[in-house]
């Protein structure tokens, strides 16, 4: 069972130009959570969707970001005319179900956005 | 809303000494604490979670972290380190009815010397 998958792993974008990161939950998950570590920072949380549906998406920004599950295919987390403070590694996280006793979130190994 | 405080931002230490990192977190009803570890350009690694029951929790590669509810804690711990430990830890906090949104704190680097 192959763990999450992000492509792709590294990413160069001139500012103002779109930037598309993808991720493959691993099998069976149906939820999937966006995060984004900035240089010398933690993980922020982005946004939280289960198949088809955005379930809470208070982390993202107002503007340019936007997140889609589809029925089928990757999770799509989807940057509009970068900037250089876009500039970060973005991580993605599934699991099974909502986080309870039996379960727990497997990382992806990120994307690092790098905007010139 | 939840917050988490690594009080650390690095913790330098020989090998084969022990080693604390610390968490705090904000008080909540029900809470999940979970401790992540991350290597150099990687992902993140569940190193061990708290949900509810013994307040010891044992993890993988010898780590453990004890839940403490009145000081609001959730240190990591570990009796003997190694060289390969060295990486960047995150603790996280999981609100039950928030989902599957973790919080994080602003991670501790933990770098080991021979």
């Known amino acids: 069972n192959a763990g999450v998958m992000q492509n792709p792993r590294h990413l160069v974008r001139r500012r103002g130009q779109e930037a598309r990161l993808r991720c493959s939950p691993m099998k069976g998950h149906s939820h999937v959570y966006w995060y984004r570590q900035l240089p010398e920072e933690g993980l922020k949380f982005m946004v939280y969707?289960?198949?088809?549906?955005?379930?809470?998406e208070s982390g993202m920004p107002k503007e340019r970001f936007s997140a889609e599950f589809p029925k089928e295919g990757p999770s799509i987390l989807r940057i509009q005319q970068v900037v250089r403070g876009d500039s970060a590694a973005y991580f993605c996280?599934?699991?099974?179900?909502?986080?309870?006793?039996?379960?727990?979130?497997?990382f992806g190994q990120g994307t690092r956005l790098t905007v010139v | 809303a939840q917050s988490v405080t690594q009080l650390d931002s690095q913790v330098p230490v020989f090998e084969e000494a022990p080693v604390e990192l610390r968490c705090n977190y904000s008080?909540?009803?029900?809470?999940?604490l979970f401790w992540y570890v991350q290597y150099p350009n990687q992902g993140l690694q569940l190193l061990l979670k708290?949900?509810?029951?013994?307040?010891l929790v044992k993890g993988i590669n010898g780590f453990e972290a004890e839940f403490n509810k009145s000081q609001t804690s959730f240190h990591l711990r570990k009796p003997s380190v190694h060289i390969s430990d060295t990486a960047e830890y995150f603790c996280?906090?999981?609100?039950?009815?928030?989902?599957?949104?973790?919080?994080f704190g602003q991670g501790t680097e933990l770098s080991v010397k021979p």
């Open positions: 969707l289960q198949k088809e549906n955005i379930i809470d």
């Open positions: 996280a599934s699991s099974p179900s909502l986080l309870s006793m039996n379960t727990e979130a497997f």
């Open positions: 708290y949900l509810s029951g013994s307040t």
């Open positions: 008080s909540s009803v029900s809470v999940y």
């Open positions: 996280a906090v999981s609100d039950g009815n928030q989902g599957g949104k973790l919080i």
